[in-house]
């Protein structure tokens, strides 16, 4: 789906407060590191956003509900995005992605999981009965579109969105910080995913989760590393390079639109709060 905007898009961001994201005890940093900029507004995209709270109760133990995020639009139809939190967490981890991601054009559901300690397995599981809940009984049933599809997930949520991405019909994946701790074929992954890594993060470590698991996924259409200088929250505050990212990966993938496509292609290069940055590069 190529969407035609018909506001004028905004700058992808304000006023910055710079604050290194750096894990207490790691030491001092090289001077060429640069931490990454926080910020204390992402500008949003064209759309103005409605909500609509999903309780637990109506979705009949699928899931454990969440907040559903959409374009105040109906002239056309909108990807959707199901964004799960990791462990230990609720919907309010991942929650500035709705905004973000609904201002752009997209249905976004941040989602609780019905129970915090559930397993990426699981998670798995119910980000795909959550996006067939979008789908088929939301509010925004009306303006999805099924044959658009993305997860979005930190840590535990991070590997559940990979598993749904290996195990449903899913386009588009970005991972934040994932936790997968099992030996698994991903070989049936052929979304376009995208895995942000913290390079202080001491919870799941880039050597342990992130890294490995960008070099198993052999047969997507498109794959991208973006390894930060930050902690295991690192993709979970706003900031200039995680928006560019997000917002340039599903615009692309989701909406086959190469509007930000340039954000991607050629790729970030380390500084400003980059480490490393691999890919096969989108075309």
């Not at 710079?18 to 064209?46: F, H, I, K, M």
């Not at 990426?120 to 599809?149: C, K, N, T, W």
């Not at 992130?210 to 706003?238: C, M, R, T, W």
Request: with cysteine; charged share 20%; net charge negative.
């Amino acid at each position: 789906m190529v969407r035609t905007l018909t506001r004028t898009s905004r700058t992808w961001l304000t006023a910055v407060a710079t604050v290194p994201l750096v894990a207490a005890g790691c030491g001092s940093q090289d001077r060429n590191e640069q931490p990454l900029e926080l910020d204390s507004q992402v500008e949003e995209g064209p759309y103005e956003v409605m909500t609509d709270p999903v309780e637990a109760e109506n979705v009949a133990g699928r899931f454990g509900g969440g907040t559903l995020y959409y374009p105040d639009d109906n002239s056309e139809t909108y990807a959707v995005i199901v964004a799960a939190p990791g462990l230990g967490a609720r919907e309010n981890m991942v929650s500035w992605y709705g905004d973000l991601l609904a201002s752009h054009g997209f249905i976004l559901l941040t989602m609780d999981t019905l129970a915090t300690n559930d397993q990426p397995d699981a998670r798995g599981a119910q980000i795909l009965e959550a996006l067939e809940y979008v789908i088929e009984d939301s509010a925004a049933s009306a303006i999805a579109d099924p044959h658009s599809r993305g997860v979005l997930g930190h840590s535990m949520g991070g590997g559940g969105a990979l598993v749904a991405a290996a195990e449903g019909d899913i386009d588009a994946v970005v991972a934040l910080t994932p936790y997968y701790g099992a030996d698994r074929d991903w070989s049936a992954l052929t979304a376009a995913t995208l895995i942000i890594g913290g390079e202080y993060d001491q919870v799941t470590t880039n050597e342990e989760h992130a890294e490995p698991l960008y070099e198993a996924i052999d047969n997507s259409q498109q794959k991208a590393y973006l390894n930060l200088y930050g902690d295991h929250f690192v993709a979970n505050s706003p900031s200039r390079i995680v928006t560019e990212q997000v917002v340039a990966w599903f615009t692309l993938f989701l909406d086959e639109d190469s509007t930000y496509a340039n954000r991607l292609c050629p790729p970030p290069q380390p500084g400003e709060g980059i480490v490393e940055y691999r890919d096969t590069c989108p075309s």
